[in-house]
């Protein structure tokens, strides 16, 4: 297959760089533009230790991004800044995937939301992905097997490391007001409680946290049964419905987040059932920069690119 190309826009921040480190591996990917206006003109090889090549970064506006021609186009921009540049890209024509790591489209019918572990199917060759959020990922896979055995919407507890916050400044990702501290924020509303609550199609209830430690995330979900359940069975609809899925591992454990930072995998385990077999306790955890993000982001360019879904994913 011919060597395709694709640009990153938002290439300083912990995504972006995930992303090159993905890429650089790629046997059929070339990294054609980086794009940071913090970083405008130094090279990239003395930021990424993964590339090797002479490519420097550049500060890119929409029309340049779309002149640029590539063949798949990652935005890892902050959220409500992606649309000058799908509309520029748009404008263009041409046959540019854009893949968009923020919450700008994840509500966009036009939009294929690229979870493929449980959409796969719903994908038919659309050319705008919109990448799913961290938390999304881990609450939707934590409750998709067991959906239709709900009596009640499911409550997940999450808490995530501080660079699901990304590198602008805030409290949410300062080391010293986190030091030795748990930062309860949006407990009702976040947006990952309306992704995850559309893209299952029922309501779930998500309170999010931020922890002290840099990177990985757990979400910990209560299931109220309708009918009283096994434990044996609960684990079976997971084992079945992920059997096949090389990035998400069903565990028995209550899985740890220490086991999955730097790993491009999703763990998902626990299954604490009460004494009258009418709830369950489900926990899962990924690294927020990797299959929060990144990683899904490359499950979801290579597909739309004609690669095999794994390609350059260290499983
Ligand atoms: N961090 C995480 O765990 C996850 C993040 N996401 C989403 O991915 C996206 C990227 O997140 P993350 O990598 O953490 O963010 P960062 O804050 O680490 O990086 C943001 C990047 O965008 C660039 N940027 C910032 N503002 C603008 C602007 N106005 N115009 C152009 N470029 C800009 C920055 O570079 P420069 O200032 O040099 O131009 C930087 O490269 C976000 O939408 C986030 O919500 C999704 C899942 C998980
Ligand atoms: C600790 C922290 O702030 N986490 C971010 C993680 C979400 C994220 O990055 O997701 P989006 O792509 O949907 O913005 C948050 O809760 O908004």
Same mark, same amino acid.
């Given at each position: 297959m011919d060597t395709k190309t694709i640009g990153i826009v938002g290439a300083r921040g912990h995504t972006g760089a995930e992303l090159i480190r993905l890429v650089a591996a $790629?046997? =059929?990917?070339? /990294?054609a533009f980086v794009s940071s206006r913090e970083l405008d003109g130094q090279r990239l090889a003395d930021h990424s230790e993964a590339y090797r090549g002479e490519l420097r970064y550049g500060n890119l506006d929409p029309a340049a991004v779309a002149a640029a021609g590539v063949d798949a186009v990652v935005l890892a921009l902050?959220? +409500? @800044?992606a649309a000058p540049y799908v509309e520029a890209i748009d404008k263009a024509g041409g046959k540019t995937v854009i893949v968009d790591l923020s919450a700008d489209y994840r509500f966009d019918e036009r939009w294929y939301y690229g979870l493929p572990e449980l959409y796969r199917d719903r994908w038919r060759g659309e050319k705008r992905i919109s990448n799913p959020g961290c938390y999304a990922t881990a609450v939707q896979v934590s409750i998709a097997p067991v @959906?239709?055995?709900?009596a009640a919407p499911p409550v997940s507890f999450g808490v995530s490391g501080y660079? +699901?916050? =990304?590198?602008?400044?805030s409290d949410r990702n300062d080391p010293d007001k986190l030091r030795d501290n748990l930062m309860p924020y949006s407990?009702? +509303? $976040?947006m990952h409680e309306k992704e995850a609550s559309r893209h299952l199609g029922l309501p779930v209830e998500f309170m999010p946290h931020v922890a002290p430690h840099f990177r990985g995330l757990t979400v910990t979900t209560n299931l109220y049964l309708a009918k009283p359940a096994k434990r044996e069975d609960i684990v079976r609809r997971f084992e079945a419905r992920f059997? @096949?899925?090389? /990035?998400i591992h069903v565990v028995d454990e209550a899985p740890w987040v220490s086991h999955v930072a730097n790993r491009h995998h999703l763990d998902v385990g626990g299954f604490a059932m009460s004494a009258d077999g009418r709830r369950v306790v489900v926990v899962a955890t990924l690294d927020n920069l990797l299959k929060g993000a990144a990683t899904q982001a490359m499950q979801n360019v290579n597909r739309a690119l004609g690669f095999d879904e794994l390609t350059a994913i260290p499983l």
């Open positions: $790629h046997p =059929g990917l070339e /990294l902050p959220n +409500g @800044k @959906k239709d055995l709900l660079s +699901g916050a =990304g590198t602008t400044p407990l009702t +509303g $976040h059997e @096949k899925e090389a /990035l």
